[in-house]
């Protein structure tokens, strides 16, 4: 059974900075491509970053490419993401989700199951 459990969110001021991290379990882990999306209130699920099975691979987002650093551990079966310099257009549910199939290479919104956890939230507020 996948399990992805996200952590580390939290209030914090504009230009301040956050570590998420997403606990994965129930699959092989160092197989899938990884991603991160964000859920604004009142919107959709955005697509903001990916990384790929080895993490030699990153994407981002242009609303936050030199912001943000995606990163994941296979050892622990873990994702990261640094998030730095934040906005106030940042605040929202964060998720991280796994790629459809092993080993797929695919970088944006489309490629990552469409099943969420409970996400962590991060407000930005002074």
């Known amino acids: 059974q996948v399990q992805l459990v996200e952590s580390g969110g939290g209030l914090v001021q504009p230009g301040g900075s956050l570590r998420l991290s997403c606990a994965a379990s129930?699959?092989?882990?160092?197989?899938?491509?990884m991603y991160w999306v964000r859920q604004a209130p009142g919107k959709g699920h955005e697509w903001i970053s990916s990384?790929?099975?080895?993490?030699?691979?990153?994407y981002y987002a242009d609303s936050v490419k030199g912001r943000f650093t995606i990163s994941r551990d296979n050892a622990k079966n873990t994702l990261y993401l640094q998030i730095d310099s934040l906005k106030f257009e940042d605040a929202a549910v964060y998720y991280c989700?796994?790629?459809?199939?092993?080993?797929?290479?695919?970088?944006?919104?489309?490629?990552?199951?469409?099943?969420w956890g409970q996400g962590t939230q991060v407000t930005v507020s002074f």
């Open positions: 129930g699959f092989a882990f160092s197989t899938y491509w």
């Open positions: 989700a796994k790629g459809v199939r092993q080993y797929r290479a695919c970088s944006g919104s489309g490629c990552y199951e469409q099943s």
């Open positions: 990384i790929s099975h080895n993490g030699l691979i990153t």
